[in-house]
């Protein structure tokens, strides 16, 4: 029994948080943006402040921020503080 409780505790605490917020060229904070770990399927959303929270085990992977009107960025794990969204707003108007 001591054996799988030491175990448990060994393996959650493999799993780090990484937090960060979103953000425009502008320093506005941008919600609902969709992130990934690039490979995995680990996902989350960035809440109306911009802010987010991901789980992963591994620094060294990608992070994939996409949603329509900016461009995608992919950027390291480990770096995910600030991210800073381009918006690509003249695309959008061609297609409207």
């Given at each position: 029994m001591r054996?799988?409780?030491?175990?448990?505790?060994f393996s959650s605490?493999?799993?780090?948080?990484t937090k960060?917020?979103?953000?425009?060229?502008?320093?506005?904070?941008?919600?609902?943006v969709n992130i990934?770990?690039?490979?995995?399927?680990?996902g989350t959303t960035s809440e109306e402040d911009g802010t987010f929270v991901i789980d992963s085990n591994d620094g060294n992977k990608n992070l994939i921020f996409s949603i329509l009107g900016f461009e995608k960025k992919t950027i390291k794990l480990s770096q995910a503080?600030?991210?800073?969204?381009?918006?690509i707003t003249n695309e959008l108007n061609e297609i409207v």
């Open positions: 054996t799988f409780l030491v175990l448990f505790l605490s493999l799993i780090a948080q960060g917020i979103v953000v425009d060229e502008n320093k506005l904070p941008i919600p609902y990934w770990v690039e490979g995995e399927n680990i503080k600030e991210v800073v969204l381009q918006s």
